[in-house]
């Protein structure tokens, strides 16, 4: 019997993050928007300011007999890096953070469980934020899997294309 569940990540651009998870099986739904912040529906320009408080965040629904919110995770700190405080790469601001923004108290649990057994991976502590899931602001329509509709596109060709080639080389089992 299927269980739909919701997961809300953020690891920098969502661009990223949502190319990869559309690509998931289980995954029914990938939506790229705004949450953590203090302004109500915030649009990017506002969001990219630093001032919202909001990261830009990916928001799924998943069938957790298919796919756990475990392996979600691992593919979510696959796609960034953890350790880079309100960053990834030349994406610099609060907006970039990297943060699991939890629906419940066993995602939260499983989140601080997986950055546990992960630190030992790292050089530098993982700085990732795990907090309670708030309002979740979808994303202007354009940023909606934007990877797919702009495969050309600087950004996506140079940065996005050679982490989607590995997370499918890592993950290849649980892609459709």
Not at 57 to 63: G, K, N, P
């Amino acid at each position: 019997m299927s269980q739909y569940s919701t997961a809300t990540f953020g690891g920098g651009c969502f661009w990223c993050i949502d190319a990869a998870f559309r690509r998931v099986k289980g995954v029914s739904h990938v939506s790229s928007g705004y949450m953590g912040g203090s302004i109500a529906n915030p649009s990017y320009k506002a969001v990219c300011s630093g001032l919202t408080g909001h990261a830009e965040v990916v928001q799924l629904s998943f069938d957790a007999s298919v796919i756990s919110f475990t392996e979600l995770l691992k593919m979510f700190f696959a796609l960034h890096d953890p350790t880079q405080l309100n960053r990834q790469g030349n994406d610099v601001g609060t907006q970039y953070r990297s943060v699991v923004f939890y629906h419940d108290e066993t995602q939260q649990q499983a989140a601080l469980d997986l950055i546990g057994a992960l630190q030992s991976e790292y050089a530098a502590p993982i700085v990732t934020e795990v907090s309670p899931a708030d309002t979740y602001y979808c994303a202007e329509n354009y940023h909606q899997d934007y990877f797919n509709l702009n495969p050309n596109q600087g950004y996506c060709s140079v940065m996005i294309a050679p982490k989607l080639a590995k997370f499918s080389e890592y993950f290849a089992d649980y892609l459709d």
